[in-house]
Protein backbone atom coordinates (compact mmCIF):
# COMPACT_ATOMS: atom_id res chain seq x y z
CA UNK A 1 0.00 0.00 0.00
CA UNK A 2 1.58 3.44 -0.81
CA UNK A 3 0.68 6.79 1.20
CA UNK A 4 -1.47 9.20 0.07
CA UNK A 5 0.69 12.43 -0.62
CA UNK A 6 -0.42 14.97 2.38
CA UNK A 7 -1.68 17.94 0.43
CA UNK A 8 0.57 21.04 2.08
CA UNK A 9 -1.04 23.90 3.74
CA UNK A 10 -1.91 26.61 1.67
CA UNK A 11 -0.35 29.63 2.02
CA UNK A 12 -0.90 33.18 1.31
CA UNK A 13 2.01 35.62 -0.31
CA UNK A 14 1.75 38.56 1.41
CA UNK A 15 0.21 38.61 4.75
CA UNK A 16 -0.49 41.98 6.82
CA UNK A 17 -0.64 42.27 10.91
CA UNK A 18 -1.54 44.88 12.21
CA UNK A 19 -1.01 46.02 16.13
CA UNK A 20 2.22 43.85 15.54
CA UNK A 21 3.63 45.11 18.97
CA UNK A 22 0.61 44.02 20.84
CA UNK A 23 1.05 41.15 23.26
CA UNK A 24 -0.77 38.90 21.34
CA UNK A 25 0.31 39.72 17.76
CA UNK A 26 3.80 39.26 19.97
CA UNK A 27 3.01 35.80 20.93
CA UNK A 28 1.32 34.67 17.83
CA UNK A 29 4.26 35.88 15.29
CA UNK A 30 6.39 33.24 15.35
CA UNK A 31 3.04 30.99 14.14
CA UNK A 32 2.19 33.22 11.29
CA UNK A 33 5.42 31.76 9.20
CA UNK A 34 2.32 28.84 8.93
CA UNK A 35 0.03 31.05 7.11
CA UNK A 36 2.32 33.49 4.40
CA UNK A 37 5.45 33.02 2.77
CA UNK A 38 6.04 36.96 4.14
CA UNK A 39 3.81 38.92 6.83
CA UNK A 40 4.44 42.43 7.17
CA UNK A 41 4.42 43.54 10.53
CA UNK A 42 2.56 46.96 11.54
CA UNK A 43 2.56 49.10 14.28
CA UNK A 44 2.64 52.71 15.70
CA UNK A 45 6.45 51.57 16.49
CA UNK A 46 8.78 49.12 14.89
CA UNK A 47 8.89 45.83 15.81
CA UNK A 48 11.95 44.85 17.54
CA UNK A 49 13.81 41.17 16.70
CA UNK A 50 11.95 40.72 12.87
CA UNK A 51 11.83 36.91 12.00
CA UNK A 52 13.04 35.68 9.06
CA UNK A 53 9.37 36.17 7.24
CA UNK A 54 8.76 39.20 8.49
CA UNK A 55 9.02 42.77 7.15
CA UNK A 56 8.55 46.07 9.21
CA UNK A 57 5.88 48.75 8.02
CA UNK A 58 4.88 51.62 10.76
CA UNK A 59 2.05 52.61 9.88
CA UNK A 60 -0.46 54.93 12.76
CA UNK A 61 -4.56 53.26 11.64
CA UNK A 62 -5.09 56.79 12.02
CA UNK A 63 -2.81 57.82 8.84
CA UNK A 64 -4.43 56.60 5.39
CA UNK A 65 -1.60 57.38 3.49
CA UNK A 66 0.41 55.05 6.06
CA UNK A 67 -2.37 52.64 6.00
CA UNK A 68 -2.72 52.40 2.40
CA UNK A 69 1.49 51.47 2.01
CA UNK A 70 1.20 48.61 4.53
CA UNK A 71 -2.15 46.76 2.58
CA UNK A 72 -0.85 47.45 -0.41
CA UNK A 73 0.20 44.19 -1.97
CA UNK A 74 -1.50 42.18 0.60
CA UNK A 75 -3.36 39.09 -0.21
CA UNK A 76 -4.50 38.65 3.51
CA UNK A 77 -4.87 41.06 6.77
CA UNK A 78 -4.99 39.87 10.51
CA UNK A 79 -6.40 43.45 12.33
CA UNK A 80 -5.46 43.17 15.92
CA UNK A 81 -4.46 47.09 15.90
CA UNK A 82 -6.24 49.64 17.82
CA UNK A 83 -6.98 50.24 20.98
CA UNK A 84 -7.86 46.98 22.92
CA UNK A 85 -9.26 47.97 26.59
CA UNK A 86 -11.15 51.01 27.58
CA UNK A 87 -9.80 54.28 28.08
CA UNK A 88 -10.35 57.80 27.21
CA UNK A 89 -12.48 58.61 24.02
CA UNK A 90 -9.84 60.32 21.75
CA UNK A 91 -7.77 57.38 21.28
CA UNK A 92 -10.28 54.71 20.64
CA UNK A 93 -11.93 57.05 17.93
CA UNK A 94 -8.30 57.73 16.03
CA UNK A 95 -7.25 53.80 15.98
CA UNK A 96 -11.27 52.01 16.01
CA UNK A 97 -13.08 54.43 14.25
CA UNK A 98 -10.74 56.32 11.81
CA UNK A 99 -8.37 53.82 11.62
CA UNK A 100 -10.81 51.09 10.92
CA UNK A 101 -12.39 53.41 7.85
CA UNK A 102 -8.60 53.78 7.11
CA UNK A 103 -8.22 50.13 6.52
CA UNK A 104 -11.07 48.83 4.81
CA UNK A 105 -10.71 51.91 1.84
CA UNK A 106 -6.97 50.74 1.53
CA UNK A 107 -8.49 47.07 1.37
CA UNK A 108 -10.91 48.50 -1.14
CA UNK A 109 -8.29 49.99 -3.28
CA UNK A 110 -5.81 47.20 -3.09
CA UNK A 111 -8.53 44.40 -4.22
CA UNK A 112 -10.03 43.32 -1.32
CA UNK A 113 -7.95 41.20 0.06
CA UNK A 114 -9.74 38.89 3.14
CA UNK A 115 -9.25 40.21 6.52
CA UNK A 116 -9.79 38.63 9.88
CA UNK A 117 -11.16 41.20 11.93
CA UNK A 118 -10.01 41.36 15.76
CA UNK A 119 -13.54 42.38 17.54
CA UNK A 120 -13.85 41.28 21.00
CA UNK A 121 -16.18 39.56 23.39
CA UNK A 122 -17.19 42.59 25.07
CA UNK A 123 -19.55 43.75 22.51
CA UNK A 124 -21.72 41.11 24.36
CA UNK A 125 -20.54 41.89 27.78
CA UNK A 126 -23.15 42.57 29.51
CA UNK A 127 -25.08 39.43 28.96
CA UNK A 128 -24.80 37.12 32.26
CA UNK A 129 -22.55 34.45 32.24
CA UNK A 130 -25.38 32.19 33.00
CA UNK A 131 -27.04 32.87 29.53
CA UNK A 132 -26.00 31.49 26.03
CA UNK A 133 -25.79 33.40 23.42
CA UNK A 134 -24.90 33.30 19.47
CA UNK A 135 -23.51 35.92 17.25
CA UNK A 136 -27.82 36.79 16.54
CA UNK A 137 -27.53 38.13 19.83
CA UNK A 138 -28.39 41.88 20.22
CA UNK A 139 -25.12 43.55 21.26
CA UNK A 140 -24.73 44.27 25.07
CA UNK A 141 -21.01 46.90 24.68
CA UNK A 142 -19.92 46.86 28.04
CA UNK A 143 -17.40 49.85 27.59
CA UNK A 144 -16.31 52.61 24.96
CA UNK A 145 -13.82 50.29 23.82
CA UNK A 146 -16.68 47.65 23.24
CA UNK A 147 -19.10 50.42 20.90
CA UNK A 148 -15.95 51.38 19.12
CA UNK A 149 -15.60 47.18 17.97
CA UNK A 150 -19.49 47.06 17.11
CA UNK A 151 -18.83 50.20 14.85
CA UNK A 152 -15.70 48.03 13.41
CA UNK A 153 -18.48 44.53 12.69
CA UNK A 154 -20.75 47.26 11.24
CA UNK A 155 -18.17 48.69 8.90
CA UNK A 156 -16.89 45.04 7.55
CA UNK A 157 -20.48 44.32 7.17
CA UNK A 158 -21.58 47.17 5.24
CA UNK A 159 -18.06 46.62 3.07
CA UNK A 160 -19.16 43.14 2.42
CA UNK A 161 -22.57 43.94 1.55
CA UNK A 162 -21.27 47.04 -0.44
CA UNK A 163 -18.42 46.05 -1.94
CA UNK A 164 -17.86 41.85 -1.18
CA UNK A 165 -15.28 42.56 0.94
CA UNK A 166 -14.96 39.56 3.15
CA UNK A 167 -14.32 39.67 6.42
CA UNK A 168 -13.90 37.16 9.46
CA UNK A 169 -15.12 39.18 12.63
CA UNK A 170 -13.47 37.50 15.37
CA UNK A 171 -15.35 38.41 18.82
CA UNK A 172 -11.90 37.55 20.54
CA UNK A 173 -12.10 36.32 23.97
CA UNK A 174 -9.34 35.84 26.33
CA UNK A 175 -6.23 35.06 24.38
CA UNK A 176 -3.62 34.42 26.48
CA UNK A 177 -1.15 31.57 26.84
CA UNK A 178 -3.08 29.89 29.43
CA UNK A 179 -6.43 30.35 31.12
CA UNK A 180 -5.66 33.35 34.25
CA UNK A 181 -9.29 33.15 35.94
CA UNK A 182 -12.43 31.24 36.23
CA UNK A 183 -14.40 33.13 33.76
CA UNK A 184 -11.62 32.40 31.13
CA UNK A 185 -12.37 28.72 31.29
CA UNK A 186 -14.97 29.76 29.37
CA UNK A 187 -13.17 32.36 27.38
CA UNK A 188 -9.91 31.16 26.78
CA UNK A 189 -8.43 31.25 23.14
CA UNK A 190 -5.43 29.62 22.92
CA UNK A 191 -2.84 31.16 20.47
CA UNK A 192 -2.86 28.19 17.82
CA UNK A 193 -6.19 28.25 17.99
CA UNK A 194 -6.12 31.65 16.73
CA UNK A 195 -3.75 31.34 14.08
CA UNK A 196 -5.82 27.81 12.69
CA UNK A 197 -9.17 30.15 12.92
CA UNK A 198 -7.14 32.69 10.68
CA UNK A 199 -5.77 29.83 8.33
CA UNK A 200 -9.57 28.51 7.88
CA UNK A 201 -10.77 32.28 7.23
CA UNK A 202 -8.21 32.84 4.75
CA UNK A 203 -8.74 29.86 2.50
CA UNK A 204 -12.64 28.81 3.24
CA UNK A 205 -14.25 28.40 -0.13
CA UNK A 206 -16.87 30.78 0.99
CA UNK A 207 -16.08 33.21 3.99
CA UNK A 208 -18.85 35.94 3.66
CA UNK A 209 -19.09 38.20 6.55
CA UNK A 210 -19.60 35.63 9.78
CA UNK A 211 -19.47 36.40 13.17
CA UNK A 212 -17.62 34.11 15.66
CA UNK A 213 -16.80 34.28 18.94
CA UNK A 214 -13.34 33.67 19.51
CA UNK A 215 -12.63 30.94 21.70
CA UNK A 216 -10.94 27.20 22.22
CA UNK A 217 -12.83 24.14 22.00
CA UNK A 218 -13.98 24.38 25.80
CA UNK A 219 -15.55 22.42 27.73
CA UNK A 220 -17.38 25.64 29.71
CA UNK A 221 -18.61 28.00 27.44
CA UNK A 222 -21.34 30.87 27.25
CA UNK A 223 -20.83 31.07 23.09
CA UNK A 224 -23.09 29.44 20.15
CA UNK A 225 -20.89 29.50 17.39
CA UNK A 226 -22.97 27.24 15.45
CA UNK A 227 -23.73 29.17 12.76
CA UNK A 228 -20.35 29.38 11.88
CA UNK A 229 -20.21 26.01 10.92
CA UNK A 230 -19.77 26.25 7.18
CA UNK A 231 -16.42 27.21 7.51
CA UNK A 232 -14.95 24.19 9.22
CA UNK A 233 -13.19 25.70 11.47
CA UNK A 234 -11.78 22.89 14.51
CA UNK A 235 -10.27 24.70 17.75
CA UNK A 236 -7.97 22.30 19.70
CA UNK A 237 -7.09 23.52 23.09
CA UNK A 238 -9.41 22.86 25.40
CA UNK A 239 -9.21 25.60 28.93
CA UNK A 240 -10.24 22.13 30.94
CA UNK A 241 -6.67 20.81 30.75
CA UNK A 242 -6.14 24.04 33.39
CA UNK A 243 -8.85 23.89 35.46
CA UNK A 244 -6.91 22.62 38.81
CA UNK A 245 -4.41 25.47 38.05
CA UNK A 246 -7.18 28.06 37.75
CA UNK A 247 -8.49 26.52 40.97
CA UNK A 248 -5.26 26.69 42.65
CA UNK A 249 -4.94 29.82 42.04
CA UNK A 250 -8.28 31.38 42.80
CA UNK A 251 -9.74 28.70 45.26
CA UNK A 252 -12.63 30.35 46.25
CA UNK A 253 -14.64 32.27 43.55
CA UNK A 254 -16.97 34.94 44.42
CA UNK A 255 -20.13 34.54 42.62
CA UNK A 256 -21.12 38.16 43.03
CA UNK A 257 -18.03 39.32 41.64
CA UNK A 258 -18.63 40.78 38.20
CA UNK A 259 -15.64 38.80 37.07
CA UNK A 260 -17.71 35.70 37.89
CA UNK A 261 -21.22 37.41 36.57
CA UNK A 262 -20.93 38.77 32.86
CA UNK A 263 -19.33 37.53 29.51
CA UNK A 264 -17.28 40.89 29.88
CA UNK A 265 -15.94 40.31 33.58
CA UNK A 266 -14.94 43.51 35.20
CA UNK A 267 -15.63 45.61 32.47
CA UNK A 268 -19.35 46.53 32.72
CA UNK A 269 -18.62 48.17 36.02
CA UNK A 270 -15.89 50.25 34.56
CA UNK A 271 -16.52 54.01 34.66
CA UNK A 272 -16.07 56.11 31.65
CA UNK A 273 -12.73 57.63 31.07
CA UNK A 274 -13.36 61.19 30.51
CA UNK A 275 -9.75 62.29 30.40
CA UNK A 276 -6.28 61.56 29.20
CA UNK A 277 -3.13 61.83 30.78
CA UNK A 278 -2.31 65.00 28.59
CA UNK A 279 -5.04 67.20 30.16
C1 LIG B 1 -10.25 42.15 25.43
O1 LIG B 1 -10.92 42.62 24.52
C2 LIG B 1 -8.97 42.75 25.82
O2 LIG B 1 -8.25 43.27 24.72
C3 LIG B 1 -8.09 41.79 26.61
O3 LIG B 1 -7.06 42.51 27.23
C4 LIG B 1 -8.89 40.99 27.63
O4 LIG B 1 -9.45 41.86 28.57
C5 LIG B 1 -10.00 40.26 26.94
O5 LIG B 1 -10.80 41.14 26.19
C6 LIG B 1 -10.90 39.50 27.92
O6 LIG B 1 -12.10 39.79 27.96
O7 LIG B 1 -10.41 38.64 28.62
Redesign the pocket.
Known amino acids: MTDTPQAAPKKLRRLLLTGATG ?2 ATAIRPLLSELADTVVVSGRREVQNLLPHEENCCASLDDFDAVNAAVAGCDGIIHLGGY ?2 EGPFGPIQDANIQGVYNLYEAARAHGHPRIVFGS ?3 VV ?1 FYPQSETIDAQAVPRPDSL ?2 VS ?1 IYGEALARMYFDKFGQETAILR ?5 DYPKSH ?2 LA ?1 WLSYEDFVSFCQTAFHAPKLGCPIVYGMSNNTRSFWDNSAADYLGWTPKSNSEDFVAQVQEAHPNPNPNDPLNVYH ?2 T ?1 PELPIVTETKDD
Not at 172 to 176: D, K, L, R, V, Y
Open positions: AMSVSNHGYAKIGSCFRMTGGF
